[in-house]
């Protein structure tokens, strides 16, 4: 595989009892993008590196092996191993503020409460793309904690399903064509 180019950091936590939950997306984003490309996967300290090819661009999708508010550990161990800089940098972050599914890209901007935003910024600052994947709404009566890390219902897996390819696709387009190009196919 040639240098690696972009970094696409998938936010999640570790563990099986987190599979399947809304905090996972950006795991699940990963998952998808290394199920549809060949791949090489490498441990790191503080993740697992799958790096595959987005239309020829090599990319490392990065998932921390910590839990989500101690993701910026992996991020500074990517961007040290592969010399990239944070311009080079998607972060895939769930959304309870969106609706299930809604895919929105920014080029930059504050946590907004999540914890693993946070531990980003404090490590490279808050001028990184970030694709946020609508995961709500938040259901009145439920905390923002057993809501995120709760699984999809039935009803809803079939929208999450169509949603994590769409957001793979949208990765694949954004390492090849930019923020801006992005923005304005997948923004919804």
Known sequence: MNKISRIVLGIGNIGTRYDGTRHNIGFDVAEELK?????????????TSIEIALDGISTACIKPNTFVNLSG??????LELYQLSVKDILVVVDDFNLP??????????????????????ETIGHDFARLR??????PEGISVTDFVLGMFTEEEKPLYADSIQRAAESVSFFVNNGLASTMNKFNS
């Open 133 to 138: 994947f609508g995961v709500g709404p938040l």
């Open 35 to 47: 199920r549809k490309n060949s791949s090489v996967v490498r441990s790191l300290k503080h993740g």
């Open 73 to 78: 550990l992996a991020i500074a161990e990517a």
């Open 100 to 121: 299930l599914g809604t895919i929105r890209y920014r080029g930059k901007g504050s946590a907004g409460g999540h914890n693993g935003l946070k531990s980003l910024i």
